[in-house]
């Protein structure tokens, strides 16, 4: 069976930087896009980043644009999430989770094209 496993995450302050990993298993990683998302309590799940099939192609949202950066070693079977000028409004649990398609679909954003989850890994930032 699929399994994601996450880690990486903890305690850092404002302005710091962490980097998630994401250990995949139980099918061919290489054929599939990657995602992370993150919920903080009382709060929907949010799309945060995707990643192509090669890494060729990577998506973020606005609110990590330019701070967060999504990879890939297929080699590995391990996607990544480097995170800098951590914010407060960061903390959450964050997430990876498998693409359903092979290809990236125009609403890549929606936590249903995907359908394979981690455990997920607590992020804390302190102000």
């Known amino acids: 069976q699929v399994q994601l496993v996450e880690s990486g995450g903890g305690l850092v302050q404002a302005g710091g930087s962490l980097r998630l990993s994401c250990a995949a298993s139980?099918?061919?990683?290489?054929?599939?896009?990657m995602g992370w998302f993150r919920q903080a309590p009382g709060k929907a799940r949010e799309f945060v980043a995707r990643i192509t099939s090669t890494g060729d192609t990577t998506l973020y949202a606005d609110s990590v644009k330019g701070r967060f950066t999504i990879s890939r070693d297929n080699a590995k079977s391990t996607v990544y999430l480097q995170m800098i000028s951590l914010r407060p409004e960061d903390t959450a649990v964050y997430y990876c989770a498998v693409a359903r398609s092979q290809y990236l679909t125009t609403n890549y954003r929606a936590a249903d094209q995907y359908d394979a989850w981690g455990q997920g890994t607590q992020v804390t930032v302190s102000s």
């Open positions: 139980g099918y061919t990683f290489s054929n599939y896009g």
